[in-house]
T-cell receptor, first 110, second 113 residues
Framework: SQTIHQWPATLVQPVGSPLSLECTVE??????LYWYRQAAGRGLQLLFY??????ISSEVPQNLSASRPQDRQFILSSKKLLLSDSGFYLC?????????FGPGTRLTVT | SQKIEQNSEALNIQEGKTATLTCNYT??????LQWYRQDPGRGPVFLLL?????KEKRKERLKVTFDTTLKQSLFHITASQPADSATYLC????????????FGSGTRLLVRP
């Protein structure tokens, strides 16, 4: 069966520090991969999606970037965090039309 | 642009009753619509997908309808239980890419014992 992992589960970072969140998927090949952000009490905002290694589509202009160095690995990065980057970050994968989400990373920028 | 509306107010019902949640959308005719459940601090969990040529779909105590004329989907939970308490999100296929989903902000359901 397929499994999706995200780490870390929680993170507290100062403004201006770098960020790296990692997501890996097991049990499937060539998945589409997604990064979302969810602000408190809000819906999911799609940040990036990838349909293959090295193929990244950005949905929202921001100081975040994403990379897909391997088929089942998706990384979200920032060189300098802003206060507005705080939120709940979710990685998801899909083969068909439905998406399967990881446990999420709670990021607090102080 | 696409707009998805879900009732932002929580739905509070008695155990055993049927919960009905609404998802309305505008400016688009999606090929399908999906429903997800999200518990606090957790990622959403896929529940059901209904396509534009399907009027209704069922899964155990769940039922989804899709009215492409009204641009509306209804999500029903029959014989509701306190364990059904969660936030329910609807999602549409992205307008510019079938790889994307656009999510509504969700409706919180509270089932009282």
């Amino acid at each position: 069966s397929q499994t999706i992992h995200q780490w870390p589960a929680t993170l507290v970072q100062p403004v201006g520090s770098p960020l790296s969140l990692e997501c890996t998927v097991e049990g499937t090949s060539n998945p589409n991969l997604y990064w979302y952000r969810q602000a408190a009490g809000r819906g999911l905002q799609l940040l990036f999606y990838s349909v293959g290694i090295g193929q990244i589509s950005s949905e929202v202009p921001q100081n975040l970037s994403a990379s897909r160095p391997q088929d089942r690995q998706f990384i979200l990065s920032s060189k300098k965090l802003l206060l507005s980057d705080s939120g709940f970050y979710l990685c998801a994968w899909s083969i068909g039309d439905e998406q399967y989400f990881g446990p999420g990373t709670r990021l607090t920028v102080t | 642009s696409q707009k998805i509306e879900q009732n932002s107010e929580a739905l509070n019902i008695q155990e055993g009753k049927t919960a009905t949640l609404t998802c309305n959308y505008t400016n688009y005719s999606p090929a399908y619509l999906q429903w997800y459940r999200q518990d606090p601090g957790r990622g959403p969990v896929f529940l059901l997908l209904i396509r534009e040529n399907e009027k209704e779909k069922r899964k155990e105590r769940l039922k989804v309808t899709f009215d492409t004329t009204l641009k509306q989907s209804l999500f029903h939970i029959t014989a509701s239980q306190p364990a059904d308490s969660a936030t329910y999100l609807c999602a549409l296929e992205g307008l510019d890419s079938s790889y994307k989903l656009i999510f509504g902000s969700g409706t919180r359901l509270l089932v009282r014992p």
